[in-house]
């Protein structure tokens, strides 16, 4: 029982891009069929005090049903950054 906690986790370890305002992503919901998942934009990502990651995103998306934009919170674990906002106004 004690080897596996001698076995480092690189998911931990290894320092990820902290998800900003204005990027575009997917949003995976359990509820919805795999392959139409939601496109959104970041409009809030407040970093933790404790260790500065982000760890929740308020997202905004156009819903086919609502007239205006839908805003939900979601974990960083469900969503899929796809446009770094880094990036949107570079040419490809």
């Not at 004690?2 to 575009?24: E, M």
């Not at 509820?31 to 997202?59: E, F, H, N, Q």
Request: charged share 25%.
């Amino acid at each position: 029982m004690y080897f596996p906690t001698l076995v480092i986790q690189q998911k931990w370890h290894a320092k990820k891009r902290n998800v900003k305002v204005g990027d575009i992503v997917l949003v995976q919901d359990s509820g919805m069929i795999k392959g139409k998942w939601k496109l959104g934009k970041v409009i809030k990502a407040d970093p933790s005090t404790r260790d500065g990651c982000v760890r929740t995103v308020d997202i905004q998306y156009k819903a086919l049903d609502a007239p205006n934009m839908v805003t939900i919170t979601r974990p960083v674990q469900r969503i899929c950054v796809i446009l770094p906002v880094e990036e949107e106004g570079s040419d490809f």
